[in-house]
C-alpha cells in the first residue's frame, strides 16, 4: 500500500514538473514575444514620425511653389510642358 502511495506520489511529482518546465517555456515565449511587441512599437513609432514629418514638408514645399507660381507668371505657363 505504500509502495502504491510513493509511486502515485512520484507519478504526480512528475506531471507537476512537467507543467513547471512548460510554464517556464510559455514564460520565455512570453518575454520573447513581449520584447518583439516593444521593438515594432519603437519602429511603428518612428515611422509615423518619419510620415509626420514628409506631410509638414509636403505642405512647405507646396506652399513655396504656390508663392512661387503667384510671383512669377513664367512658372505657371511652363507647368504645361511638365
Not at 504526480?12 to 514564460?27: G, M, P, V
Not at 509626420?52 to 512661387?68: G, H, N, P
Request: charged share 35%; hydrophobic share 40%; proline share 0%.
Amino acid at each position: 500500500m505504500l509502495d502504491q502511495v510513493q509511486a502515485e506520489l512520484e507519478k504526480e511529482r512528475e506531471i507537476l514538473s512537467a507543467f513547471d518546465e512548460e510554464i517556464a517555456e510559455l514564460q520565455a515565449a512570453v518575454k520573447t514575444k513581449t520584447a518583439q511587441l516593444a521593438e515594432a512599437q519603437l519602429e511603428m513609432s518612428k515611422i509615423n514620425h518619419e510620415i509626420e514629418k514628409f506631410r509638414r514638408d509636403k505642405e512647405v514645399t507646396q506652399r513655396a511653389v504656390s508663392l512661387m507660381e503667384n510671383e512669377h507668371d513664367w512658372i505657371s505657363n511652363q507647368k504645361q510642358y511638365v
